[in-house]
């Protein structure tokens, strides 16, 4: 079966044994009568097809073998199942205290956003033998995340752990079965030789370009294995909206330079094709141990040997074939790929290179050099065949992406290729190894500022429709320029071509006008001379004040990316002062986004034993931000507004850290009176009620996201008009409590959230109060407490 030249055999049955895994990993218990249902249904079809006429059977072979792989991908499901989430789990794990035995997967990640405890946290994955949960005892190989506190060596990928801690079960689709919070975790066995060495590998060339300065050291390693820990928060999102994050994640690409490198070596000295081909496969074998095996270097090193082998066994076949058996076989062994995200794009990408960007390519020749029209056509067709899937991560389309894979590709092999070389003699000889580490430090860096760039220029991401309506209308703009570019040999087929590119054209235009009108409307209303702000920002704070061009942040919340995209909403490139209250990561996590726009920093004093709040703290030093450690009596200004620390007190030792110690904040001017309470509990307001000088204000920041956690004798001297709540929608606490709405109805203030009303902004003119509001619920739904 072909299609535009292109050999589809393998292609329908790989979609079919992707679609039947997708399904059947949420529900796990139908697999074996799916599976048999399809290999009944491609047994009689094959028997139907030899006693069809000649015309017949092709297309009945066809079906047949599409039954099948629906089937082998039904079975694969039934058999991996029990063993990976076993019957037991949900009971005897979920809540409940567990000793596990497991071998680590992958490397440690920061984790600072995890649930429990205020230490700085790392997460890395394990397979999971045995769950020891009270007297039962679940075996199997099961998939877990661990979350446990950075503290000592981190795990050795490979290695055996006896881990203790809480387990919470996870959906049976989902890409990890357990994740588990660990109290203590300690190694029982070493990892074997045929990993120890990776480990050593990766170790010494993570310290090797650590010494690297800026965006390209931190980039360096994840061109090069893919390892992407140390790429900050900020740099990292910027990669993503740039559409350049694809480029730190192992790929075909990366295999293809192992591959054809060992090869010309094994040509060079004269080996035989049979040894080229064996040296080859072992090198790229030892080069997925040393990334790690996830799911785009799976499928890349896989097709690549699938292609190597058919090579040397003299049958060299299509790369498209290939792609499908390489799709085949890894969702055998791992249906759960078929939710995985990174095998998504992986697969799509590599697609489209193939079938998509050779008639870009011709087509834009029409109007541009050849060089510059193959040099478009593929970024342009990886962002088409992509953004389907881009869209189910972050709803919006980099205007630009295009562009700037242009301007980064050309750079990304010469830092693979040097870096690689880097590596590999790190071991031997760090001098040796230390000028191809420069010389590939360089391309890195250009990656990075190209990235930086892009997402700094006007309009650089368009708004798209969350969800399935955005994955559809994705689809129907990349099945619209398949038929745009697709070449019609009749006129029939011209006309299909037209039809379907303008029917999709106008879909699109429709569908983006009624995204983007509402979202253009709100900006236009939007005032600009709003006086305090709350980021929506899900369940944290992150309030901005703002007096004539100058601007102050109180908190930061608990990510980097949900505090860039609402400063700039609100055109904030600068800070002339940030207030860190306490180090809760619900109000620090998103430090990164803003500690290199700082002028000075007024923060809580950091507890003794909190590695996470000292680390912060030297992040701000870092960046070369003023410090002052906030207590009673501290004052300032910002523009035309006066701000003044009201607590902690030195009076009260005992409630000087965390809640009950953070910075309080009353900000005086522009026609508002402000009292900003962080997260003081009931205890810590009624001793700063006692402290003297509080009286009636215009707006309160409510304390603690609106916890059961309050003075209602302090909201009653305050009689603020406007009481501020920062929380997430649909957050796991319950805020804002009935006991925090009820009090602040009873001190005759009105309520503002920004889990129903997203980003607000409050002006005071003439001494009266107005709200803008990004969402417009009800006036009833503001009292409604959030359920749990």
């Given amino acids: 079966m072909r299609l535009g030249g292109h050999d589809l055999r393998l292609v329908l049955p790989a979609v079919a044994a992707w679609a039947t895994a997708g399904v059947l990993v949420a529900a796990p218990g139908a697999g074996w009568r799916v599976a048999v249902g399809c290999g009944i249904a491609a047994g009689a079809i094959a028997a139907g097809g030899f006693l069809a006429r000649s015309r017949f059977a092709g297309m009945l072979g066809a079906a047949a073998l599409v039954a099948g792989a629906a089937g082998l991908a039904a ?59 009270g007297r039962a005892r679940i075996a199997g190989r099961v998939p877990a995340l661990v979350y446990a506190d950075r503290a000592g060596a981190s795990p050795v990928i490979g290695a055996r752990l006896r881990i203790v801690g809480t387990a919470k079960a996870e959906a049976p689709e989902d890409d990890v079965a357990v994740v588990l919070y ?51 928060a900020d740099l990292d999102a910027d990669m993503k909206a740039s559409s350049l994050s694809h480029l ?19 040509g060079a000295i004269g080996l035989s094709r049979a040894a080229r081909v064996t040296i080859a496969l072992i090198g790229l074998a030892g080069f997925v141990v040393l990334v790690t095996p996830g799911a785009s270097v799976l499928r890349a090193a896989v097709m690549a040997a699938i292609v190597v082998l058919g090579a040397a066994l003299g049958r060299p076949g299509r790369a498209l074939p290939a792609l499908a058996l390489a799709v085949l076989v890894l969702l055998v062994a791992n249906p759960w790929l078929a939710r995985d995200y990174g095998f998504a794009l992986s697969v799509v990408a590599t697609a ?88 590939a430090w360089g ?29 559809g209308l994705a689809a129907v703009l990349t099945l619209g320029t398949l038929a745009v570019v697709a070449r019609a040999r009749s006129a029939w087929g011209r006309r299909v071509r037209r039809g379907v590119g303008g029917a999709s054209a106008l879909l699109i235009v429709v569908a983006l006008a009624l995204q983007a009108g509402p979202a253009v409307a709100a900006r236009a209303a939007m005032p600009r001379d709003w006086v305090v702000g709350l980021c929506d920002i899900g369940q944290g704070d992150a309030v901005v004040l703002k007096s004539g061009a100058s601007f102050a942040l109180i908190d930061t919340g608990p990510e980097p990316e949900p505090l860039a995209r609402c400063l700039d909403l609100l055109g904030i490139r600068h800070l ?20 290199d726009m700082t002028g000075t920093a007024v923060i809580g004093t950091p507890p003794p034993d909190d590695p996470a709040a000292a680390r912060r703290v030297r992040e701000l030093r870092e960046h070369g931000v003023a410090i002052r450690f906030g207590v009673r009596g501290d004052q300032g200004s910002l523009g035309a507004l006066r701000w003044q620390v009201l607590w902690p007190d030195g009076a009260h030792p005992g409630m000087s850290t965390s809640n009950e110690g953070g910075v309080t904040l009353s900000v005086d001017g522009q026609g508002a009176r402000m009292l900003f309470l962080a997260d003081l509990d009931e205890k810590a307001q009624n001793a700063l009620l006692g402290d003297g000088g509080l009286g009636p204000v215009d707006v309160v920041k409510v304390a603690h996201h609106g916890s059961a956690d309050q003075s209602a004798r302090l909201y009653g001297v305050l009689h603020a008009r406007l009481g501020l709540i920062s929380c997430g929608s649909g957050n796991s606490y319950g805020h804002p409590t009935a006991t925090a709405l009820d009090l602040l109805r009873a001190a005759g203030t009105q309520v503002a959230r920004t889990d129903l009303e997203g980003t607000l902004l409050v002006t005071a003119r003439a001494g009266r109060l107005a709200l803008w509001s990004q969402k417009h619920p009800s006036g009833g739904a503001l009292w409604v407490p959030a359920r749990r």
């Fill in 576 to 595: 002339a002062l940030l207030v860190l209250t306490h180090y809760d990561a619900d109000h620090v996590g998103g430090l990164d986004a803003v500690a």
């Fill in 248 to 266: 730190t994640a192992v790929s075909g690409s990366n295999c293809a330079v192992i591959i054809a490198g060992l090869l010309g070596i094994g």
């Fill in 182 to 232: 660990a109290d203590e975790w300690r190694a029982v066995a070493a990892p074997p030789g045929w990993l120890a060495w990776a480990d050593g590998l990766r170790s010494a060339f993570s310290a090797a370009t650590a010494r690297l300065p800026g965006d390209g050291g931190e980039l360096l390693p994840g061109l090069v294995i893919g390892d992407d820990t140390r790429v900050g």
């Fill in 75 to 133: 079975a694969a499901v039934a058999v991996a199942a029990p063993v990976r989430h076993p019957a037991a789990l949900d009971s005897a794990a979920d809540g409940h205290a567990v000793v596990m035995l497991a071998t680590v997967d992958s490397g440690t990640r920061s984790a600072p956003g995890s649930p429990f405890g205020k230490g700085e946290r790392v997460s890395f994955r394990v397979t999971a033998t045995t769950l020891e949960a």
């Fill in 443 to 471: 391309p890195a860096a250009w990656i990075a500022g190209v990235a930086r760039t892009s997402t700094q220029l006007p309009a650089s991401a368009l708004p798209w429709p969350p969800g399935a309506v955005g994955f």
């Fill in 352 to 439: 489209a290179l193939l079938v998509l960007a050779p008639p870009i390519a011709a087509r834009l020749e029409r109007w541009l050099p050849r060089w510059l029209a193959i040099g478009l056509s593929v970024p342009l067709a990886a962002q088409l065949a992509c953004q389907p899937v881009l869209v189910l991560l972050n709803p919006a389309v980099p205007l630009y992406g295009v562009v700037a894979n242009m301007l980064a590709e050309p750079a990304a092999p010469v830092a693979t290729v040097v870096g690689l070389l880097g590596c590999l003699l790190v071991p031997l000889s760090p001098a040796l190894a230390a000028p191809l580490l420069s010389a």
